[in-house]
């Protein structure tokens, strides 16, 4: 993911981001102590992070929320096209495997005739 994402922020003593402003292309109006550059997964989980010596950190133990892109590059659109295709290819063998009809046991009963003899 591309970092091309504004954060502006400040932080209380321990880290904790308390005030902060991001986006693609802002200009604060305010002063911040903090500057970086971010991806869209990091914007949407600012709150599973801290300030450590001036760098942004995960909190350890927190699991991130997956963010999908809304325009995937060319090569993320051909790798999703190959999966979807090799799903449809199975599903196609498994509907065209062809099946052996069962040959009739002993007990499958038999027509005869039923006509009188004279």
């Known amino acids: ?8 922020c400040d932080t209380d003593d321990t880290g904790k981001i308390t005030r902060m402003l991001s986006g693609e292309r802002i200009i604060p109006v305010s002063t911040y102590r903090h500057f970086f550059m971010i991806d869209k997964k990091e914007q949407a989980n600012l709150d599973k992070y801290r300030i450590e010596n001036g760098e942004l950190k995960q909190i350890e133990g927190t ?39 069962e040959e009739p046991t002993e007990e499958t009963p038999t027509e005869t005739s039923t006509e009188p003899t004279n």
């Open 63 to 101: 699991t991130l929320i997956e963010v999908e892109s809304p325009n995937p590059s060319t090569e993320e659109q051909l790798a999703d096209v190959k999966k979807q295709l090799a799903d449809m290819q199975k599903k196609l063998e498994e509907l065209s495997t062809p099946t052996v009809p």
């Open 1 to 8: 993911m591309d970092k091309n994402i504004q954060l502006f």
